[in-house]
C-alpha cells in the first residue's frame, strides 16, 4: 500500500519516510509542494530518492498535474508545475502520475490535452492516472473512460477515489458503462479495464471516531464490487484530516496502515502479508 502525499500533509519528506515504513507501507505519494519543499532540504532529486530508499520504501505516486487541456488556458506557473510532475516521475521512479481536470473545455480539447500529457510522461514509463471528481468536468468512470479512450493513449488509466465514488453514484447503482458499449469491448469501463485502475480506499477527513468507522463500512461493498470486476489495483491511502494531522505522524501512518488492510480484509481484498517495520 501507499502512503498518499495529502495523508501527512504537514511532515516533512524524511519524517513522511519514516513514519510510512514503520507503520508498513510500501511506498508514498509525493506532490509538487511537498517535492519542492523537500529538494530545499535535500538539494538534489537524487538526495531525496536515496531518503525514500533509506526507509526501504519507493515513490509510487506524483501529483497533481492538472494544467493539460489547452496550453492557451493557463499561466506559465501553471504549465512548468504540469511539467515538474512529468520530471518528478521520471527522477524519482514513480509508478503514477496523478491528473484531473477542474475546468470546463471541449471534449476535443481535452482528449487532445491528455494525449498530449500522456506523450510526455511516456519516457517515464509511469501511468497517468485520471481521478474523476462529480463537481469537476471530468464528473464519473463513465466521462473518464471515455476519455481515456479518445485520447488513444496506452499509458492512461482511471484513479478511483472513494470520496468521489460515493458521491458520483450510490452503493447500488451499477457503474455506467461506457458511451462506446455497442461497439467490441463495449460494457463496464471498469470490467474492460481492471489493470488500468488506481484505488484510494479512503474517506476523507476520517479520523477513528464512530462516524468515521460508519464510513470507513462504507468503503466494503465498493471495494467487494471492483474485486468482482477483476481490479486487483495499486492501493493509495489518502486520509485529508486536522485531528490526524494534529497528532505524532507515526500514530496518523500506524492508524491509515490498520484501518486499510482491515477494511481491505473485510472486502475479500487480496492483501499481503505486512512489510516489516523498519523503525
Partial sequence: MTLSDLTL??????????????????GIGLSVEHYRAALKDHSTPADISAVVTEHGLQVDEVELAAHWADPAAYSEDELESDRLVVRMAAELGATRIHTAMSQQFPFGTLARGLRELCYRAADSG??????????????SATSAWKLIEASGADNAGLLIDAWHWQRAHTADEPVPASSHSAGAGGGDPIVRHPARTVVRPSPRGAALSPAARSRWAALIPMLRRLARHGVRAPIAVEVVSDELDAQDPYVTARQAYASSRRVLRDSGWPVSSPRRSVR
Avoid: K, Q, S
Wanted: charged share 15%; net charge negative; hydrophobic share 55%.
Fill in 126 to 139: 509511469a501511468v497517468v492516472a485520471l481521478e474523476y471528481m462529480p463537481y469537476a468536468a471530468i464528473d
Fill in 9 to 26: 500533509r504537514n511532515a516533512d519528506v524524511g519524517t513522511r519516510c519514516a513514519a510510512a515504513a514503520a507503520a508498513g507501507f510500501t
